[in-house]
């Protein structure tokens, strides 16, 4: 018996980095993975890699800014598989500009992929999970929303709101047995933070000093598992060595 066996579980953002490796790591643990991203390219890979590991995976090719297309995504999973009982809202954009500089198209894709994309995922797979009495959604915010750094001004909003809309919502469906959290995760060494650091030389911390994916994905997955149950509208620090 797998700890995810009989669990659909939905990961946005899973073409590369974090994403990838929660949806593998879900997928390696039994669960039915729903892979999610707007990159058909590098979520085709990830879907053949957990596929020839022997797991279970549906991808979508979705922008989740597109409200309809997520409300079809998530009626669609839930015909076919039964259910939606994981969602793990990771999918994220960053813009480094600073304020005084930042347009309003790079503002404005931060707010709509970082916080009103996990809305949207949120509210399509909510009634479901309430239908169900079951549900477990992780928010992934960043340190940045509480350590602040300039060039950060878009994203520690969009990723500060998703932390209060963590709080708020477990609020509401407490009773529910649905589990809403949030981690605040610091450096990971993923395709965006080396992009990041080529862009930025003023990024000093060893690519090896950072969080790998696989170590924060064990996180992730014991908090969407039922071990970690009694964890309620937590907003976990997840740093590492550094934010
Ligand atoms: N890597 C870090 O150091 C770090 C630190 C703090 C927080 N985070 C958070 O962790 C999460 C994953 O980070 P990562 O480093 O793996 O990022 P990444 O940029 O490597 O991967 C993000 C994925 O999301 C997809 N995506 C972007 N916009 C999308 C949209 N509108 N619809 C569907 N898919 C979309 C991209 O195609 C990409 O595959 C993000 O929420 C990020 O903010 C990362």
């Known amino acids: 018996m797998k700890r995810f066996d009989g669990r659909v579980a939905i990961v946005t953002g899973a073409g590369q980095g974090l ?23 590098t979520l085709a890979k990830v879907s053949e890699e957990i596929g020839a590991d022997g797991g279970k995976v549906a991808t979508y ?13 998530v009626d669609e999973v839930v015909k076919k598989f039964g259910s939606a009982d994981i969602l793990i809202n990771n999918a994220a954009v960053h813009r480094a500009v600073e ?8 503002w404005d894709l931060q707010i709509n992929v ?12 909510l009634p479901y999970m309430i239908e169900k009495q079951y549900g477990k959604i992780i ?7 509480k350590v602040f750094f300039p060039g950060f001004g878009g994203y520690a909003a969009a990723k500060g709101g998703l932390v209060s809309f963590t709080h708020t919502l477990q ?15 610091g450096m990971t060494n993923t395709e965006y933070t080396r992009a990041r650091m ?7 911390i060893a690519l090896d000093d950072m969080m790998q994916p696989p170590e924060v994905s064990k ?6 598992s039922d071990e970690a149950a009694p964890i309620k509208g937590a907003a976990i620090d997840v740093f590492g060595n550094h934010y």
Not at 61 to 73: E, Q
Not at 114 to 125: I, Q
Not at 198 to 204: C, D, G, I, L, P
Request: charged share 20%; net charge negative; hydrophobic share 45%.
């Open 19 to 41: 994403g990838a490796q929660y949806a593998k790591d879900f997928a390696k643990d039994g669960a039915q993975v729903i892979a999610i991203d707007m990159n058909p390219e």
């Open 61 to 73: 090719v979705l922008d989740i800014t597109n409200y309809d297309g997520v409300v079809s995504m």
């Open 99 to 106: 304020v005084s500089k930042m347009s309003k198209a790079d």
């Open 114 to 125: 970082d916080l009103n994309g996990s809305f949207y995922c949120t509210r399509a797979v």
């Open 139 to 145: 928010n992934i915010a960043s340190a940045s929303a």
């Open 171 to 185: 609020e509401e469906v407490k009773f529910d047995n649905i589990n809403v959290n949030a981690i605040y995760l």
């Open 198 to 204: 080529n862009e930025h030389a003023s990024v000093t």
């Open 219 to 224: 996180v992730i997955t014991w908090l969407a």
